[in-house]
């Protein structure tokens, strides 16, 4: 799963919870953002390259949902 495909997981999983999302492109250096999922956030890297398996579960825990909802 690369970032794009992370964030539109996300997306779907907030409107279905009724949880506002949006990605702030400027808050971050480079190709990396930060994702607002309700009142907390995760940077997000690169959204083309593939998003690692440790990476995956860390920015999941840091905006409190289980990596198996998406």
Do not use: W
């Not at 997306?11 to 919870?17: C, E, G, S, V």
């Amino acid at each position: 799963m690369n970032g794009r495909e992370f964030m539109a997981r996300v997306r779907k999983l907030a409107r279905r919870n009724g949880i506002a999302v949006r990605f702030d492109r400027m808050r971050g250096k480079g190709s990396h953002g930060t994702l607002h999922y309700g009142d907390r956030h995760a940077v997000v890297k690169d959204r083309r390259k593939p998003l690692k398996t440790g990476t995956l579960r860390g920015m999941c825990k840091q905006l409190g949902i289980d990596p198996d909802d998406l």
